[in-house]
């Protein structure tokens, strides 16, 4: 019998596929480094990072029935996710990510979510048919949700009776993906975790600081936010509850992508295991600085 998982993690399943370089690199840049493919993608990681630390998470997504797929899927199995409610695509090629890291950060990405958005609603059939949930029993316990799903599809959950009882972690896959989540603003069980230019997209304006991009998204209507702001100080605050801020941890940065979805996940953790306010924004910000700093697989 499949488990009753901890949270769920709806969005992205995919290969990512890192170049990574020691130095700056400019446009057009040919430099040595290093190319690594390891399972990825927003759902996943933060998948990857819930199972590090105890718990059982289930992925909503689309994986397609090509080789590509069964590997990812079999990898999947291999570290304990709960893969039973994944929609395989017939027709469809597995997702792929592709981004270069030089020494100063991301240099470019391109996100191939072909197979996660034409699946569309069907990756969220467990939630209605009885396997997790339905409209009149909906799903009460935490959901992670990220920005690669469509936005016509983040509109519908915004509203859905699904996604009434949940405890929504929401987080864009990219800025430029981020005004997807507009309509997650007004769903009062929702916790944003964006960086400061993702949070200054979703309010139409530019912040200064982490602090003031969270007064921002509150004021917009969100419930909570957290917003990070690279090695400068990050925030969160709550609806009537005010705003806090902490430094991250100075480390050495050795890689980049991930790092967002590591800080969202060991902050979930933490708030599971009873953490207050301040104590799960350290331990978040902790984790996200031995991602960061960590050896490179």
Same mark, same amino acid.
């Given at each position: ?61 689309? @994986? ?40 100063? *950060? ?16 069907? @990756? ?51 800025? *430029? ?59 969160? *605050? ?5 705003? @806090? ?12 992508? *991930? ?39």
């Amino acid at each position: 019998m499949t488990p009753t998982p901890d949270i769920l993690c709806i969005g992205a399943v995919l290969w990512d596929i890192i170049g990574r370089a020691p130095v700056a690199m400019p446009f057009g840049a040919d430099v040595p480094g290093r190319i690594s493919r390891l399972p990825g993608g927003v759902a996943m990681n933060i998948a990857m990072t819930l199972r590090r630390f105890g718990l059982r998470p289930a992925l909503l997504s689309a @994986i397609g029935r090509d080789a590509e797929g069964q590997e990812l899927l079999t990898a999947c199995t291999g570290m304990g996710l709960i893969t039973d409610f994944i929609h395989r695509s017939d027709d469809l090629p597995t997702d792929r990510y592709l981004a270069i890291e030089g020494a100063e *950060g991301m240099v470019a990405a391109v996100a191939d979510a072909r197979a996660l958005e034409a699946a569309g609603a069907r @990756i969220l059939a467990p939630l209605a048919d009885g396997r997790l949930g339905s409209a009149a029993r909906p799903w009460a316990g935490m959901i992670a949700v990220d920005g690669n799903l469509t936005a016509m599809m983040l509109a519908d959950m915004a509203g859905s009776p699904l996604f009434a009882a949940a405890d929504l972690r929401v987080a864009p896959a990219s800025p *430029g993906k981020a005004d997807r989540l507009v309509p997650l603003l007004a769903h009062p069980g929702a916790t944003l975790y964006v960086n400061l230019q993702e949070a200054g997209i979703l309010c139409g304006r530019v912040f200064d600081g982490a602090e003031a991009a969270v007064e921002g998204l509150l004021a917009q209507g969100a419930a909570r936010a957290l917003v990070t702001d690279g090695p400068r100080p990050c925030a969160m *605050g709550a609806r009537g509850q005010g705003v @806090i801020s902490a430094t991250p941890p100075a480390v050495r940065v050795r890689r980049f992508t *991930g790092a967002g979805d590591t800080f969202m996940a060991a902050h979930i953790v933490a708030e599971r295991h009873g953490a207050d306010a301040r104590a799960a924004l350290d331990a978040a910000l902790r984790a996200a600085a031995d991602y960061i700093s960590g050896e490179i697989p």
